[in-house]
Every structure is written in structure tokens, then in C-alpha cells.
């Protein structure tokens, strides 16, 4: 199974597949989210070029489809293997600023684990929260003390991967990699190799580091920066994870004014990462019942999606009033609820519910009006849902 197997024939068929079906249902079957750069462009139209590629390849004999966690070589390896093919392949975001162009390039090529057949999270980590501490406009160097102590926590904490936390190992990384400084040593930094070796390095040389200097300076000064690097980050390493407690404990859930773009991509990121896990649940999950009653397994992650998407507010449009109050655990009184009932054969996805606040819930189930609300409340659960989804593809 390799994109180097694929032929012209093959993504031409997945073209074709692609117009018949139309976009949205072409990325739902494969289960890929809408270029954010990179377009394949064939006879003036314009084409997800990953999806494409997986696609194509389940039109090779023999083969299946490509998922989004098969590919492992980066967007350019993708646009170097169909321009190879004689496609035509257009980047369409592509920064004017070259240090950015570079910098996306550099965080879509790091060297990380795959041991596990994913992504180790070791370096993703890191500079999430480095690229949050630029925002706020920290310290670019840190005494090793202060690295080691905040890193070690969030890497145990959020090492979604069962990474150790260890940041010995990502820091060493990612200064070959050219992201990261190191300074007030005597001795050569050693790869990110082996143990015993790198463990002494660090506890001898006790290194003080940030950052490098220009990557700073760029995300400190550029909301557009912050938003290309974190969704890079979000979309190539946190494929089918959810990143949302690290998030926010790196400051992406206190966003400023300022910050109205990367909130934005931000929020759309983990909606379209939380809707597609969905949507391949609610195929593997059609017909189940669970263990101890016969009701529909339901989808944690289609809930997640929908309070996500609410902003901690009814999303009745009438609502002519929700609590003030919360919950013990600080999260809105709110209900998230299935437009057309689970039970009776609903989708469990999140662009067939909604989060009701308790009032608008009683109403939708026993008011009189209850019929027409749902009327409304699918249009506004399809509405918001497409808004999002669309944001996801900037």
C-alpha cells in the first residue's frame, strides 16, 4: 500500500468518482477534510488533492482506499507524486511571506516517531505550547529548570500518543530541525537518540532554551502565522486525536481580540476533526444497541462537536431565555439533542443536533409547538454545521 503505486487511470477515476458523487460526499466516503492548500486542478476544476490521491489508490487493483492516517510523507509528497504524474497541482494558500512558507514546511517535515503507526507528539507538543507563549509575548529563553518542569507536565498529561514525558527527546529534535535554540552549553547537542547519552547530556549542560529568534519574532507579531502553524500542526499530527485539554492549557482557549482568525481556525479544526470521527462512527455504530438497554450507542464525539460549535449558548433561535446559571463543573445547562430522534432512526451526527438549553429542550419534546421548532432547529443545526466545516478548509 504506497502513493508511489498510483497511475494516471487511477486518479482520473477518482475524478470522476469525485464529480458524481460532489464534494462533500466524496470527502465524508474517504474520510478527508477540504484541501487547505494544496489543489489538484483538471480541466478548470479544482480538486482536493489528498483525497484525490486516497481515492485513486482504491482504483488501483487490488487495493484499498487511502485514509488520511496512511499518508505519512506530508502534503508535498502528495503534490510531488500527481505533479509527477503530469496533474496539475496549485498552492492556493500559498503565503506571501517566504520565512512562513518555510517555517509550515519545516513543521510539516519534522522527524517524529511512527513506531506506533502514528505520530509520536513529542514535537507537536512542545511547539503548541512555544507558539502560545509567543503569542502572549513570554520569555523567548527559558532556564532548563523551567522547560524541563512545564514540558514534563504536559507531555504527561497530554502525551495522547504515551509519549514520555521526557522533553529531552523533542527539544533535541527540533534544534537539528532548526526550531529551537539551545545555549549556555559546552558540548555539541547530541540527536534525539538512544537514552542514557541524551538524558546526561541535558542533566551536565542544563541548556537554556527557546524558540529560535525569527520563528519568534513571526508568530509574536502575526495572527495569520499563529493560524497557519497551528492548524498545520492540528491537521497533520492530531489526525483522529483530540487535542482540545492541551489546547487549553496552552492559552489557545483564552484568545484575544486579536486572535479572531486563529480562534476561528482553531475552533473549526477540532469541529471538523470531531464531526468526521462521527461520521465514520455512525457507520460502524448503525444498528447497535448498548450492553445493558436498547438504546442507540451514541457518539461522545457528535456531542462534543455540538457544544463545541453552541459557543455555551442555546442554539434555539427563539430561546427566549436560558439559565445563567452552570453546572458544579462550570460547564452551561444545556441538553444536546438529536433534531430526529435517535431511536427512531436519526443520524447521530452532529448536523442533526442541537444544544438546547432545558426550556427549549421541554419544548422540542412535549410543546405544542415541538414539531415546528424542529423545523427550525435542523436548519439551524445544518447551517452552523456547514459554516464551520467551511472554515475548516481555509
Keep these: 500500500m504506497a502513493l508511489a503505486d498510483l497511475t494516471p487511470t487511477a486518479v482520473l477515476r477518482a475524478i470522476e468518482e469525485y464529480d458524481r458523487l460532489g464534494q462533500d460526499a466524496f470527502l465524508g466516503r474517504y474520510g478527508f477534510r477540504r484541501a487547505l492548500r494544496y489543489v489538484l ?37 502528495t503534490v510531488e507524486l500527481l505533479r509527477g504524474l503530469g496533474f496539475k497541482v496549485v498552492d492556493e494558500a500559498a503565503p506571501a511571506d517566504d520565512a512562513l512558507g518555510q517555517l509550515l514546511g519545516r513543521i510539516g517535515r519534522l522527524r517524529v516517531s511512527r513506531a506506533s503507526g502514528r505520530p509520536a507528539l513529542h514535537q ?24 524541563e518542569h512545564a514540558l514534563g507536565a504536559l507531555l504527561l498529561r497530554h502525551g495522547l500518543q504515551r509519549e514520555r514525558p521526557r ?19 559546552t558540548e555539541p547537542v547530541p540527536r534525539a537518540h538512544g537514552d542514557t547519552a541524551l538524558r546526561g547530556w541535558f542533566r ?19 495572527d495569520r502565522a499563529r493560524t497557519a502553524v497551528v492548524d498545520t500542526l492540528l491537521t497533520t499530527y492530531f489526525v483522529d486525536l483530540d487535542p482540545g485539554p492541551l489546547l487549553a492549557e496552552v492559552g489557545w482557549g483564552e ?41 442507540p450507542v451514541r457518539s461522545a464525539e457528535a456531542r462534543r462537536a455540538v457544544l463545541l460549535r453552541s459557543g455555551r449558548r442555546c442554539e434555539n433561535p427563539r430561546c427566549t431565555g436560558a439559565p445563567d446559571d452552570v453546572t458544579v463543573g462550570g460547564e452551561p445547562i444545556l441538553e444536546v439533542d438529536h433534531v430526529l430522534d435517535l ?9 442533526h443536533m442541537v444544544a438546547l438549553c432545558p426550556n427549549c429542550h421541554a419544548i422540542k419534546t412535549r410543546g405544542r409547538t415541538g414539531e415546528e421548532l424542529r423545523t427550525v432547529l435542523l436548519d439551524v443545526a445544518r447551517t452552523r454545521h456547514a459554516h464551520l466545516r467551511r472554515g475548516a478548509d481555509r
Excluded: C, M
Excluded at 124 to 146: D, K, N, Q, S
Excluded at 262 to 291: F, K, M, P, W
Design 255 to 295: 484568545l484575544g481580540a486579536g486572535d479572531a482568525d486563529l480562534r476561528g481556525a482553531v475552533l473549526a479544526a477540532e469541529y471538523d476533526r470531531l464531526s468526521r470521527i462521527a461520521e465514520r462512527q455512525q457507520t460502524e455504530n448503525r444498528g447497535r444497541r448498548t450492553a445493558r438497554s436498547a438504546a
Design 124 to 147: 507537536p507538543i512542545v511547539l503548541l505550547w512555544a507558539v502560545g507563549r509567543a503569542r502572549r509575548g513570554e520569555r523567548r529563553i527559558l532556564p532548563w529548570a523551567e522547560t
Design 167 to 185: 522533553p529531552d527527546y523533542p527539544l533535541a529534535a527540533l534544534h537539528r530541525a532548526g526550531l529551537w535554540e539551545l545555549t549556555g552549553h
Design 343 to 351: 431511536a427512531g432512526g436519526g443520524p447521530d451526527l452532529p448536523d
Design 204 to 222: 551536565r549542560q542544563r541548556p537554556d532554551g527557546g524558540l529560535d529568534a525569527a520563528v519568534y519574532a513571526l508568530l509574536g507579531r502575526s
Design 41 to 77: 486542478v483538471h480541466d478548470g476544476r479544482r480538486y482536493d488533492s489528498k483525497a484525490i490521491a486516497g481515492a485513486a489508490h482504491g482504483h488501483l487493483d487490488g487495493h484499498a482506499p487511502l485514509r488520511p492516517r496512511d499518508f505519512s510523507g506530508g502534503a508535498e509528497h
